[in-house]
């Protein structure tokens, strides 16, 4: 997917480049800088050497050296004041500047920081959600895989009523019972592919039954199937009155994921991907367990994922980072290509 919220390393990446939050001298000193130093070598700082100085908001490349990355790109972002002296305009640039260089040397992945998060002392939850904003931005006229590194569960704050207000909805249909402490950290696992198929098949057979007739022979019954999961697609693509470039990007799917859709009739999209693009084309609850049923998914009441993704559709969200950002928190897989 074109963006991804990540717990990582940022030194860790195998990316083609990652983002390092430096300061004007670019001399490693703390943080993320210096531990991008200190997985770089000496050939790094010597490089930076030549740069320096970078201006607030700038950003400037080098090569990689020992990091598992080709680039390292350099940007020195803001001190927190309070919000008052410009702050978020220098963080935007600090982002827009390193992405544009990524895109101008040829790079096709990018890991960025929480950039002033640190010492700098800029609140963490204000730069993911403005990092965010920044990074979708750009990705609407860019091709771009963007992963925000986010290297522990204390390094931003998700919102505790939010994260409250999932519980309760999750609690509330499975039975009235507050799910235990631990259904946060559960893994997202896949429904089971039998019942799956009981549902499809038993909706067909309703379905037969509600108009009275019933095909003579299998190949009359698979004649008369439903439109699969790419003509619904695009029947709701031009039905909303979007471009193709408009879904994609608004579902956090990359190109090359939607050329497979829609070039090519038997490419099956995972769950993640076509609840996207129900996310995308803001699909109420029915909706949405229409186009997946295309493709034999639903949105079950047993799954934390399936839940979350009911919220925030009955809730009339359809901010797929917000989605994202809950899933991270409660630890599932994110939206978009899979």
């Excluded at 201006?55 to 001190?79: E, M, N």
């Amino acid at each position: 997917m074109p963006l991804q919220i990540i717990r990582q390393d940022i030194t860790k990446m195998r990316v083609d480049a990652i983002v390092n939050t430096t300061n004007e001298s670019m001399i490693a000193y703390s943080g993320v800088d210096l531990a991008v130093h200190t997985a770089a070598g000496k050939k790094l700082a010597a490089e930076c050497a030549r740069l320096a100085p970078l201006g607030l908001g700038q950003a400037k490349i080098t090569k990689g050296y020992g990091l598992p990355c080709r680039y390292v790109i350099h940007t020195s972002g803001p001190v927190w004041h309070g919000g008052l002296q410009g702050e978020s305009v220098i963080l935007r640039s600090c982002y827009e500047e390193s992405l544009t260089l990524a895109v101008e040397h040829g790079c096709d992945s990018v890991a960025v920081p929480l950039i002033s998060s640190g010492a700098y002392g800029y609140p963490k939850e204000q730069v993911l959600k403005f990092a965010i904003q920044v990074i979708t931005e750009f990705l609407f006229t860019h091709e771009l895989t963007v992963y925000i590194c986010v290297y522990d569960r204390e390094s931003y704050t998700f919102s505790r009523a939010l994260f409250n207000d999932i519980l309760d909805f999750i609690g509330e249909t499975n039975e009235g019972s507050r799910p235990k402490a631990d259904m946060c950290s559960a893994p997202l696992s896949d429904m089971d592919e039998a019942p799956r198929r009981r549902n499809v098949f038993a909706a067909a057979r309703e379905q037969s039954a509600a108009v009275g007739s019933c095909p003579d022979s299998l190949h009359e019954y698979i004649k008369n199937m439903d439109k699969g999961f790419r003509e619904k697609l695009f029947d709701l693509i031009d039905a909303r009155g979007m471009t193709d470039v408009e879904c994609y990007k608004k579902a956090n799917v990359d190109k090359r994921t939607f050329s497979k859709i829609k070039s090519s009739k038997s490419y099956r999209p995972s769950k993640q991907t076509a609840i996207a693009f129900a996310v995308s084309l803001e699909l109420d609850l029915d909706g949405t367990q229409e186009l997946l049923a295309t493709l034999g998914y639903t949105l079950s009441k047993s799954s934390v994922f399936d839940q979350i993704i009911r919220y925030f559709i009955q809730k009339g969200n359809y901010n797929i980072f917000e989605i994202n950002e809950a899933l991270f928190e409660f630890d599932q897989m994110l939206l978009g290509s899979v």
